[in-house]
């Protein structure tokens, strides 16, 4: 089997708090170690993206929506999504399993991250791994949460109606 979960690997994380988040692989472990006995990665991810940025917003206004929210985790394989792109952020040095040992070591490690990943943002470098992931999830939700997103466009008399003009478009 290959082997291509490797570092700098964009992915996207599926299961816990940072669901539907981007990621990029920073080291994986195959064969899992003693306390995780599975196939697993350190992964770091933006946990808040970066927001549009208009031509008439202040400098200051532009400075707060390009910030960025970094968050560092342990994931099982099962738990993530591989996508076909990849990064070259250089997080080796600064994320580490060591760090995820201590609450203050995590906290610079992050802090460190984030300002790795604005950088790259302000760069205009890797402008996908910034945006946020568009879903339209329809199965098990109600016909009045897709009017949400659709920007009430839905019409139609009876849910049936409402949910097949809104798949055909």
Not at 145 to 168: A, I
Request: hydrophobic share 35%.
């Amino acid at each position: 089997m290959v082997k291509f979960l490797k570092p700098h690997k964009a992915v996207v994380v599926l299961n816990g708090r940072f669901a539907g988040r981007k990621a990029v692989i920073v080291r994986q472990f195959d064969e899992g170690t003693r306390d995780r006995p599975y196939g697993h990665c350190l992964v770091a991810g933006i946990a808040k993206y970066p927001k549009k940025v208009i031509r008439k917003d202040s400098a200051k206004k532009t400075a707060k929506k390009s910030r960025v929210k970094a968050f560092i985790k342990l994931v099982n394989y099962n738990h993530i999504m591989p996508t076909r792109y990849t990064l070259d952020v250089d997080l080796k040095d600064v994320v580490t399993v060591d760090t995820l040992q201590s609450r203050d070591k995590k906290v610079t490690a992050c802090k460190e991250t984030k300002a790795r990943f604005e950088e790259r943002f302000k760069s205009g470098k890797n402008r996908w791994f910034f945006s946020k992931l568009q879903m339209c999830f329809t199965k098990g939700k109600n016909v009045k949460d897709l009017v949400s997103w659709n920007k009430g466009e839905l019409t139609g008399s009876n849910e049936k109606d409402c949910t097949e003009d809104f798949l055909s478009e």
